[in-house]
């Protein structure tokens, strides 16, 4: 069976060691699983930037930044299974949203657990765009007739509510489309199965091993961006959270902040967990870890920022070009799909 994966990575802020580790890697490996007629979509979505308020000014740079960052990690343009482009210059995205619109209702935007917690944060100006993204997301994915998603379980409510989209529209117009209007994206539970090989790897806060490492500038010491100088990388690393138990051990529960460091040194030098514990678990010396996941973070950053330096923007933007106009022919064929459905068009 042939499948169709697509992923979104975000635009308005720098990657983290975080995302590169969690969602990037596993990307370049399925982008090297991918049989005969699979396509992998990946996109930046840029459109998604202003849900909530954003430095305006930097969004164009740090989005082809993150393009750059992709391609430096080994997603392969020239692969022809595989696109790579910015959600705003495939203008079908825009305009199959309010089709979509028309068919979702207003008890299930408002019920999603995202604008819920992220309105509260904004106070009394909530943007309507902050209400009405899931659908936009929907398009996203209904466009490519995509099967699997890759997502954080903070974004399962909106992948649902894509399938309820889907498959309400595929009802209301089976006549004119018996084989379905839309390709209806496989349920949460599949989707947990093909992400099977990244399950788990989720890189924490150093300064809060409790919890995730986040994008946001709330936790600069505990966050690794893929733009820091590997200099003050190390530095974080030196500082990271540990514990006093005094011994090393792999034990999220007891030991996250220690955990946390072999987790990056699993990742990053690419030895097997096991000869990771081997190694390290019953030493008792937690400077010789943090020097050695400083070490390895320092090569990777060192690695990564010079690949990317070496991406001229012009050749990398007229490239983007040349995949982005085969994206929108896709798009549109969708497009108008919807367009017939709902008789905009014959
Ligand atoms: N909303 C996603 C996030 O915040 C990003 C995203 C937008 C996305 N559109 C998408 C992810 C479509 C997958 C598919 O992480």
């Given at each position: 069976m042939t499948k169709t994966i697509l992923t979104g990575l975000r635009s308005n802020a720098s990657l983290t060691i975080g995302n590169y580790l969690g969602a990037i890697l596993p990307m370049i490996k399925t982008q090297q699983s991918l049989e005969k007629d699979d396509k992998m979509f990946i996109f930046v979505?840029?459109?998604?930037?202003?849900i909530t308020p954003i430095d305006y000014d930097n969004l164009y740079k740090t989005a082809l930044q993150n393009i750059k960052t992709y391609i430096a990690a080994?997603?392969?343009?020239?692969?022809?299974n595989v696109y790579l482009y910015?959600?705003?210059?495939?203008?079908a995205h825009s305009e199959i949203q309010w089709i979509l619109s028309c068919f979702t209702y207003y008890g299930e935007t408002q019920r999603m657990i995202q604008f819920k917690e992220k309105s509260k944060k904004e106070g009394?100006?909530?943007?309507v765009g902050l209400f009405s993204y899931p659908i936009l997301m929907a398009g996203d994915i209904l466009l490519y007739d995509a099967d699997y998603v890759p997502l954080g379980q903070d974004q399962r409510q909106h992948l649902e509510l894509t399938r309820d989209i889907a498959i309400r529209m595929n009802n209301k117009f089976e006549a004119k489309f018996p084989e379905g209007l839309f390709t209806v994206p496989k349920s949460w539970a599949k989707q947990l199965d093909f992400m099977n090989i990244s399950e788990g790897i989720k890189i924490r806060s150093?300064?809060?091993?409790?919890?995730k490492m986040s994008k946001?500038?709330?936790d600069p010491k505990g966050t690794i961006t893929l733009t820091d100088k590997p200099d003050d990388a190390v530095k974080k690393i030196m500082s990271a959270q540990t514990d006093d138990y005094g011994k090393i051990d792999?034990?999220?529960?007891?030991q996250p902040g220690v955990t946390n460091l072999l987790q990056l040194i699993t990742m990053l030098s690419g030895d097997g967990e096991q000869e990771v514990k081997d190694t390290?678990?019953?030493?008792?010396?937690y400077g010789e870890l943090k020097i050695a996941t400083a070490e390895l973070v320092h090569d990777f950053l060192t690695n990564l920022q010079t690949k990317i330096a070496e991406l001229d923007d012009e050749e990398v933007s007229k490239i983007l070009e040349i995949n982005e106009a085969e994206v929108s022919k896709i798009a549109n064929k969708t497009l108008h799909r919807a367009q017939k459905a709902v008789g905009l068009k014959r």
């Open positions: 979505p840029d459109l998604h930037s202003f080994g997603i392969d343009l020239s692969n022809p910015r959600q705003s210059r495939i203008s009394r100006n909530v943007s150093l300064s809060n091993p409790e919890t946001s500038a709330k792999w034990n999220w529960e007891k390290w678990v019953g030493k008792t010396k």
